[in-house]
């Protein structure tokens, strides 16, 4: 069935942005793919990336992984790590974090296969502490993790967290080590150890300024215009009747609204697009709808295409949400288009 809604991806941009963050960390990049890829579809950028060269790929739990086809065996590390109705999958290792997890691992009958294990250096989200680490004796480690709480921010925390992870890479034998995000990647070269784990950064997201000079954004959203009306000088438009036609207008009313990801916080300040035209976002946003000023714009007819082409810091400073909401909010109705 037609969808009227689609969102726009760009392979060429995703792969700049995994070239980016390997020239940046001048070491091995793994790609986060959790939360269906933040929204742009983890199937698809599984394959793109695996294409490019990619062989670490991190999803939040067995299921995300089950659903993923055409990965190599092990390529894929669960952060949640092993659940008591965790089933193993060939192309899945876990990620331990915590002392009952690698108790269950050990009494899984799999303990012999490489895991990888999480330490919490300062965050106290997932991982053991570093006064669990005797827990370890004997694990046949792959990667040893540790997550930065504030990469994306100047923090006296980032310091002491990799402070704290180096004296762990001392202790603990593994065969690769591993700390930062995609913020932590333009942290410095001294938070990329043996392999950097981006999800953001690869889908176009901004971490940390400098980030800016060599992302590029990787989807825009296009919907189909539904009707289009006169508006009389006077007269108000859409819920809570919140924007009001100071003059005559013709306005668009378009396919997409908050249950695609398309936020109320865009009411009255979002824009789209249609032949290189800003189109002003007016009134709230409806639930499947929104309402664009197209009084410039000649002969926007029922049908045509409108393109939101959301950048993320602006889009995250305008409405107060960060930049992980505004991409895994990215809804089921659109259809996903790479190019
Ligand atoms: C989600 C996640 C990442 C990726 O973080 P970004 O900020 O999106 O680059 C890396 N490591 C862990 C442990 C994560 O949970």
Partial sequence: MHRPLRLRCDSAALISNYRALQKQSKTVVGAAI???????GAQQVGERLLQAGCRDFFVSTYAEAAELVGLPDESLAVLHGFQQSDEMLPSARPVLNSVEQVRRWRNSGASSRLCDVMLDTGMNRLGLRLDELAALDGLNIHTLHSHLACADEDHPLNDVQLRRFREATQLI?????????????????????DLVRPGLALYGGIPRAVAGKVIKPVFA????????????GGETIGYNATYTADHFMRVAVVNVGYADGYWRAFSNIGTAELEGQALPVCGRVSMDLVTLDVTEVTEVVAGDWVRFSIDLPTASAQTGMSQYELLTGLGSRFERIWS
Avoid: I
């Fill in 34 to 40: 959790k939360a269906n890829a933040y929204g742009l």
């Fill in 173 to 193: 034998r593994a065969q690769r080590y591993s700390l930062a995000n995609s913020a932590g990647v333009f942290l410095g070269s001294n938070y990329a150890f």
């Fill in 221 to 232: 959203v296009e919907a189909q215009v539904v009707q289009t009306r006169d508006v009389h």
